[in-house]
């Protein structure tokens, strides 16, 4: 076994240990950036995430928009909507 034989599986270790690092990495982003944003679903978020890598990208992207994605609480949607109609009446 040569020099270049080494090297090469050295490269190939190398390379094999950054992918994984990248995909571990892919799967934790979309929870951290749900749980840095005080996101309500944040767990939900991670799961879908980790599922996303689990599926090779399929749900990566919806994991990304989801945890950028606040969504409305429906009681707080609600009075808004309630104090928005009543500001325009005019009796």
């Known amino acids: 076994m040569g020099f270049l034989d ?3 599986i050295t490269i190939l270790a190398v390379l094999g240990l950054t992918l994984v690092g990248v995909w571990v ?3 934790m982003m979309p929870g951290r950036i749900a749980r840095g944003r ?5 767990d939900a978020v991670s799961v ?3 599922w996303g890598v689990i599926t ?3 749900l990566l992207p919806v994991a990304f928009i989801w ?4 969504p ?4 707080n949607a609600e009075s ?3 104090a928005t109609s009543t500001k325009g009446d005019v009796s």
């Open 72 to 75: 409305v609480d429906a009681r």
């Open 6 to 8: 080494v090297f090469a």
């Open 56 to 58: 090779m990208g399929l």
């Open 25 to 27: 990495l892919l799967g």
């Open 80 to 82: 808004r909507n309630a």
């Open 67 to 70: 945890a950028y994605y606040k």
């Open 38 to 42: 005080n996101h309500p679903q944040a």
């Open 48 to 50: 879908c995430g980790w």
